[in-house]
């Protein structure tokens, strides 16, 4: 199983991008997917995440700017960002807590990664 991130770049602030992140491979089910980001200096932090409900949560500091969705059939997951401001610059990462279906077991349950994706804001 593996995820693959995309979208990130360079946008001036006020600007918007949108992240995607889609999981593959042999995968039993979707709990819940995220997104994380690491500014320079700074520790990961969760940006927003939505369960396989549909319940989202968001870090304040992007709530009201950011926009998490879903597509369940595809696995994949996506972060609108809206109103981009400099302190957003950050590599953002996927986060995917999933079950792997296995041949011959029952399914194993992950929490894998993305290999991050950098957006540069520019004030």
């Known amino acids: 199983v593996q995820l693959q991130a995309s979208g990130g770049g360079l946008v001036q602030a006020g600007g918007s991008l949108r992240l995607s992140c889609v999981a593959s491979?042999?995968?039993?089910?979707?709990?819940?997917m995220g997104w994380y980001r690491q500014g320079p200096g700074q520790e990961r932090e969760l940006v927003a995440a939505?369960?396989?409900?549909?319940?989202?949560n968001y870090a304040g500091s992007v709530e009201g700017r950011f926009t998490i969705s879903r597509d369940y059939a595809m696995n994949t997951v996506y972060l609108q960002m809206n109103s981009l401001e400099p302190e957003d610059t950050a590599v953002y990462y996927c986060?995917?807590?999933?079950?792997?279906?296995?041949?011959?077991?029952?399914?194993?349950?992950?929490?894998?990664w993305g290999q991050g994706t950098k957006v540069t804001v520019s004030s």
């Open positions: 939505i369960t396989d409900g549909g319940i989202r």
């Open positions: 491979g042999s995968i039993f089910s979707i709990n819940v």
């Open positions: 986060n995917v807590d999933l079950y792997q279906r296995l041949l011959s077991a029952a399914p194993h349950r992950l929490h894998i």
